[in-house]
């Protein structure tokens, strides 16, 4: 979900702002397509060649819908049973709400759909949505099971649904229900989620979306989700299942290997799309002027720059999270998903990633990647050097850490003229030769998440909350004020973490006995209660 603040004034200078930086749009994709070999006007024929004649009808690729009350118990909706064996491998349930074609609530939601029928990003989003279940239909035809195939043949054009303006407080999401919808002319589709798109008030409105033309990139965001879940089919719960984090999401947020994963996908595409839009790179002043979010924002530059990585994005020090810390961190994520999209070596990246998807069904970014290499050991080598190099080896090596943050600082002492050239070449020369031996070692061993360590969670279950001690931030440890922990008590353990890198060991309770000491542990663990989570 992406949060835009205090637009319902500014439609008109947004218009014309879109009009003054024509130029510079036309200006910023050229220097994409260039600097990466993909031109975000045109994703489809970039991340998918061959599939640039899709069997797409623009008219016919979005629907919106609402729950269809039952005749006989007024306020519930009817249900459709799933009987087909084919059906139940998509939707992970023995029955569907039944839904109908709806024109949305709320006083502007007929413009909604007539405006994304007219959007280059969300027709393009919805294609590349055709051009995974094509994949998925050809290796589901390829494994020779004829009948599913055959059933499959009737899903691979089935629209995205939308329901606007019917869950007041949601935002933009993508639900994860079963539904049910029949079509006059006799065909019908079993959904395993769809679109909300509603205002957020004190936030945004809806037309004002439509108007500074960012609810294309945020329901591309959402449809990606969609593509993600029809790859995994009734299977999706098993990434679902895998999202402990209870410490929200956000670009920079730390949350947990499986949402990371799941969001990171989704907003790569908004980091693809967003060029097209000049909001997108305004600088931080323009951005609080126009009441764009930071919350928008962190999906765009800093994805692109691989920031996310960083302990603190906008400070600049080389100081790189954990190895674990990154591949929970959705922006870090999106990152890599956008390097890969962009690479001018990988061929064909959308389409293998659809195909791991559905094959293996990942849990989390280390196991996409390992199951790429797996299925495509031609990409090997770049896919390596995208994750190490734009994680800055942090998911390899603990001390590479310590040794790109010596670099980084360097560096930017050489430039301030603070330090001399042959202190900064002899800082700089030891971090090259260091990773240069580590991605060596790497491509001999495949293991590129040495330095990724166990998830140690606790639960806090007077607080509704779960601790991950791998990932947790001492910013986020002060902030659940846990009886009989102290500030002191935190440095240390956050110390104790940074100089192993990686925590072993099973059981977090444990963990912090250890390093805390038996007798302080207990009493944070007692006063608190405190257990492994099971």
């Known amino acids: 979900m992406m949060i835009l603040k205090g637009m319902n004034n500014m439609n008109k200078s947004f218009q014309k702002l879109r009009k003054s930086f024509t130029c510079l749009v036309f200006v910023t994709a050229l220097?994409?397509?260039?600097?990466?070999?993909?031109?975000?006007?045109?994703?489809?024929?970039?991340?998918?060649?061959?599939?640039?004649?899709?069997?797409?009808?623009?008219?016919?690729?979005?629907?919106?819908?609402?729950?269809?009350e039952s005749k006989n118990y007024p306020g519930m909706a009817d249900t459709a049973e799933v009987r087909n064996e084919f059906e139940k491998l998509e939707v992970a349930a023995n029955s569907a709400l039944i839904i109908k074609n709806s024109p949305g609530h709320g006083e502007h939601a007929a413009k909604i759909l007539p405006y994304l029928k007219k959007s280059e990003q969300m027709i393009d989003s919805a294609k590349l949505?055709?051009?995974?279940?094509?994949?998925?239909?050809?290796?589901?035809?390829?494994?020779?099971?004829?009948?599913?195939?055959?059933?499959?043949?009737?899903?691979?054009?089935?629209?995205?649904?939308?329901?606007?303006g019917q869950n007041p407080g949601q935002g933009g999401s993508q639900a994860t229900r079963n539904m049910h919808l029949f079509f006059k002319d006799g065909t019908y589709y079993f959904f395993n989620g769809y679109i909300n798109l509603n205002s957020l008030e004190g936030y945004y409105q809806l037309i004002d979306r439509i108007n500074n033309d960012t609810l294309d990139i945020c329901s591309a965001h959402e449809n990606a989700h969609g593509i993600m879940f029809d790859m995994y089919g009734a299977e999706k719960y098993k990434i679902k299942n895998g999202c402990l984090s209870t410490s929200g999401h956000d670009g920079p947020v730390i949350s947990d290997r499986a949402l990371a994963f799941i969001e990171g996908w989704?907003?790569?595409?908004?980091?693809?799309?967003?060029?097209?839009?000049?909001?997108?790179?305004?600088?931080?002043?323009?951005?609080?002027?126009?009441?764009?979010?930071?919350?928008?924002y962190t999906r765009q530059d800093p994805v692109r720059r691989d920031r996310y990585i960083w302990q603190n994005y906008k400070v600049k020090n080389g100081l790189l999270k954990n190895g674990l810390q990154i591949i929970a961190t959705e922006g870090a994520i999106a990152s890599q998903f956008y390097d890969i999209f962009t690479s001018r070596v990988i061929k064909n990246a959308f389409t293998k990633s659809v195909a791991l998807m559905y094959n293996y069904k990942p849990a989390d970014f280390v196991e996409f990647l390992n199951a790429w290499v797996k299925d495509n050991p031609e990409d090997r080598n770049v896919l390596y050097r995208i994750f190490l190099e734009n994680t800055n080896y942090a998911t390899a090596s603990n001390e590479s850490r310590r040794l790109y943050a010596d670099y980084y600082q360097a560096k930017l002492k050489y430039v301030q003229k603070q330090l001399e050239e042959a202190k900064f070449r002899e800082i700089k020369n030891k971090w090259l030769?260091?990773?240069?031996?580590?991605?060596?070692?790497?491509?001999?061993?495949?293991?590129?998440?040495?330095?990724?360590?166990?998830?140690?969670?606790?639960?806090?279950?007077?607080k509704k909350q779960r601790i991950n001690l791998s990932t947790i931030t001492s910013e986020y440890f002060a902030h659940l004020k846990l009886a009989n922990l102290s500030n002191e008590d935190i440095a240390t353990f956050i110390k104790a973490r940074e100089a192993m890198g990686v925590l072993t060991g099973t059981s977090a309770v444990e963990t912090l006995r250890t390093i805390l000491g038996a007798e302080k542990a207990d009493a944070v663990i007692n006063a608190n209660g405190l257990s492994d989570l099971k």
């Open 433 to 462: 030769a260091f990773k240069e031996a580590l991605f060596a070692d790497v491509m001999k061993t495949g293991n590129i998440g040495a330095n990724v360590g166990p998830d140690l969670w606790l639960d806090f279950p007077a």
């Open 266 to 296: 989704a907003e790569a595409f908004e980091a693809l799309y967003g060029p097209t839009n000049p909001i997108f790179n305004f600088s931080e002043a323009e951005r609080e002027k126009y009441g764009i979010s930071e919350f928008q």
């Open 129 to 164: 949505r055709v051009i995974a279940r094509m994949k998925k239909l050809e290796l589901i035809t390829k494994s020779g099971n004829k009948e599913y195939a055959e059933f499959y043949k009737n899903i691979v054009t089935a629209p995205v649904a939308f329901m606007i």
């Open 31 to 68: 220097i994409m397509s260039a600097a990466s070999g993909v031109d975000a006007r045109k994703l489809t024929t970039e991340l998918a060649p061959g599939y640039e004649n899709v069997p797409f009808v623009p008219e016919k690729a979005f629907v919106s819908i609402e729950l269809a």
